[in-house]
């Protein structure tokens, strides 16, 4: 079993950063794909970014290409979201998720609001 616990969200300007943290129980972290995605009121939950086991690979959303940066840290256990240029259509909940043999894990998420 694995819990993803996310952190760093907050109220945030146009323009301006914020960068979300996950951190993830479990021995077999540097496995697994690690994705973060996020859910506005009203919406569906959309893919934001994901990452694979080593890092090699990113995939991001054409909305946040260029602006935003996932990146992972294996020895800690945690994958991380930097998010620049934030607009207010990035307001949402960000949740991390993976998926293992064991099954699809969520986080509680992390409110992140950007005012105009």
């Known amino acids: 079993q694995v819990q993803l616990v996310e952190s760093g969200g907050g109220l945030v300007q146009a323009g301006g950063s914020l960068r979300l943290s996950c951190i993830a129980s479990?021995?077999?972290?540097?496995?697994?794909?690690m994705g973060w995605f996020r859910q506005a009121p009203g919406k569906e939950r959309d893919l934001v970014a994901c990452?694979?086991?080593?890092?090699?690979?990113?995939y991001y959303a054409d909305s946040v290409k260029g602006r935003f940066t996932i990146s992972r840290d294996n020895a800690k256990n945690t994958v991380y979201l930097q998010m620049n240029n934030l607009k207010p259509e990035d307001t949402a909940v960000y949740y991390c998720?993976?998926?293992?043999?064991?099954?699809?894990?969520w986080g509680q998420g992390t409110q992140v609001t950007v005012s105009s």
């Open positions: 990452i694979n086991g080593r890092a090699s690979s990113t």
């Open positions: 998720n993976t998926v293992t043999p064991d099954g699809n894990y």
């Open positions: 479990g021995r077999a972290f540097s496995f697994y794909f």
